[in-house]
């Protein structure tokens, strides 16, 4: 019984820190107009947020490829999964289920949807978002599938160089980025 009940607390203070997240983003994401990729008027802030997340990030273990590498499907990822967009990321986080019964596995009670959170931040705010998040939305270790919903002619102009930028970032956070963008690794 009390190990039930701390894991409802574990998995209620993870729920409430990315519900307080993105109340915080949602709120402070409407102040800077223009391309929020651009990072060069704020370069030392970018760069502390860079070295403040790495340090914080290498708490989560090393990635282990052989958990993860034969994943391309976003239904089948566990770790957080980066969406680029025009103005913004999607970051999408999937708790894990913190019952160990197999009883509804997967039934209406223990949905995977329920446990999904998803929060938009700028490039920014990534840092910050990525460092936040509970160890147990790294079930991988410290990598991120990076994708984009599907290839549009509109898109096609911005992408590769807000997908650059977002890799870098992630990169210098020493977090490892399952680009899923090729021909090869799209579903």
Same mark, same amino acid.
């Given at each position: 019984?009390?190990?039930?009940?701390?894991?409802?607390?574990?998995?209620?203070?993870?729920?409430?820190?990315?519900?307080?997240?993105?109340?915080?983003?949602?709120?402070?994401?409407?102040?800077?107009?223009?391309?929020?990729?651009?990072?060069?008027?704020?370069?030392?802030?970018?760069? $502390?947020?860079?070295?403040?997340?790495?340090?914080?990030?290498?708490?989560?273990?090393?990635?282990?490829?052989?958990?993860?590498?034969?994943?391309?499907?976003?239904?089948?990822?566990?770790?957080?999964?980066?969406?680029?967009?025009?103005?913004?990321?999607?970051?999408?986080?999937?708790?894990?289920?913190?019952?160990?019964?197999?009883?509804?596995?997967?039934?209406?009670?223990?949905?995977?949807?329920?446990?999904?959170?998803?929060?938009?931040?700028?490039?920014?705010?990534?840092?910050?978002?990525?460092?936040?998040?509970?160890?147990?939305?790294?079930?991988?270790?410290?990598?991120?599938?990076?994708?984009?919903?599907?290839?549009?002619?509109?898109?096609?102009?911005?992408?590769?160089?807000?997908? $650059?930028?977002?890799?870098?970032?992630?990169?210098?956070?020493?977090?490892?980025?399952?680009?899923?963008?090729?021909?090869?690794?799209?579903?």
């Amino acid at each position: 019984m009390l190990r039930s009940s701390f894991r409802y607390a574990r998995l209620r203070s993870a729920a409430l820190l990315t519900l307080a997240l993105s109340a915080f983003l949602a709120v402070s994401g409407c102040r800077n107009p223009g391309n929020t990729f651009d990072m060069s008027r704020h370069a030392a802030q970018w760069a $502390a947020a860079k070295t403040a997340a790495r340090q914080e990030l290498a708490q989560v273990p090393p990635p282990l490829k052989s958990a993860y590498l034969a994943i391309d499907r976003e239904a089948q990822w566990k770790n957080p999964y980066l969406s680029i967009e025009q103005n913004m990321i999607q970051l999408r986080i999937y708790l894990p289920d913190e019952n160990a019964s197999p009883v509804d596995r997967g039934g209406l009670t223990r949905m995977r949807s329920a446990r999904k959170q998803v929060v938009n931040v700028r490039l920014a705010e990534l840092p910050q978002a990525l460092s936040s998040l509970p160890d147990g939305a790294w079930p991988y270790g410290r990598v991120v599938a990076i994708g984009r919903e599907k290839e549009t002619p509109q898109n096609r102009a911005w992408f590769p160089n807000h997908l $650059a930028i977002a890799v870098h970032a992630l990169q210098d956070m020493g977090v490892v980025v399952d680009d899923w963008n090729h021909p090869a690794a799209m579903p």
